[in-house]
Antibody
Framework: EVQLVESGGTLVQPGGSLRLSCTTS????????MDWVRQAPGKGLELVGR??????????QYAASVKGRFTISRDDSKNSVYLQMNSLKTEDTALYYC?????????WGQGTLVTVSS | DIVMTQSPLSLPVTLGQPASISCRSD???????????LSWFQQRPGQSPRRLIY???NRDSGVPDRFSGSGSGSDFTLKISRVEAEDVGVYYC?????????FGQGTKLEIK
């Protein structure tokens, strides 16, 4: 059974930092690009960033809205992907999903909620 | 970034009737090899999104054949031939031709 489980979401003050984790099982993790997608309350989907494969030197790409503040990493030995979020803003408040948006099947987690508020 | 525009944003449909959602991009999504990376996702209430259609018209495994995708260039359509109760939710188109992959605003399908 394919599983992607995000964790680490919580309430954080503006300017603060947070690290999200996504632990996966049931599929060949190291063969998949991994994405972080966020959904602000009642809003649509935004692809925050992507990390590619070892063979592609783990290239990362980011949306302009988070570039320079967010960093994606992965540990293929642990089938896990991470999102380090720094200098958080109120507009970063959202449910954060890890996913492979380009993959067949349901390669999406259930999300972890990040609330940025004072 | 490529802007994806969906219409309508709200779609009330009678059970058993067809439904159609339009998605337009502000740039062509056709790559040099002719591939078009346009997908459709369904997000049921309280659930994560799941992909239904990829490369314009290919259904993912397990997706009922009442769902179909079509289009070319910058104009795409998702059709549901006969809406069922389980189809309630929000539908998003997404382009992956140019980074960052971008989604439409979403179309909320509800039963009349």
């Amino acid at each position: 059974e394919v599983q992607l489980v995000e964790s680490g979401g919580t309430l954080v003050q503006p300017g603060g930092s947070l690290r999200l984790s996504c632990t996966t099982s049931g599929f060949s993790f190291s063969d998949h690009w991994m994405d972080w997608v966020r959904q602000a309350p009642g809003k649509g989907l935004e692809l925050v960033g992507r990390i590619k494969l070892r063979a592609q030197n783990y290239i990362t790409q980011y949306a302009a809205s988070v570039k320079g503040r967010f960093t994606i990493s992965r540990d293929d030995s642990k089938n896990s992907v991470y999102l380090q979020m720094n200098s958080l803003k109120t507009e970063d408040t959202a449910l954060y999903y890890c996913a492979d948006v380009g993959a067949p099947g349901d390669l999406w987690g259930q999300g972890t909620l990040v609330t940025v508020s004072s | 970034d490529i802007v994806m525009t969906q219409s309508p944003l709200s779609l009330p449909v009678t059970l058993g009737q067809p439904a159609s959602i339009s998605c337009r991009s502000d740039q062509s999504l056709v790559l040099s090899d002719g591939t078009i990376y346009l997908s459709w996702f369904q997000q049921r209430p309280g659930q994560s999104p799941r992909r239904l259609i990829y490369k314009v018209s290919n259904r993912d495994s397990g997706v009922p054949d009442r769902f179909s995708g079509s289009g070319s260039g910058s104009d795409f359509t998702l059709k549901i031939s006969r809406v069922e109760a389980e189809d309630v939710g929000v539908y998003y188109c997404m382009q992956a031709a140019h980074w960052p992959d971008t989604f439409g605003q979403g179309t909320k399908l509800e039963i009349k």
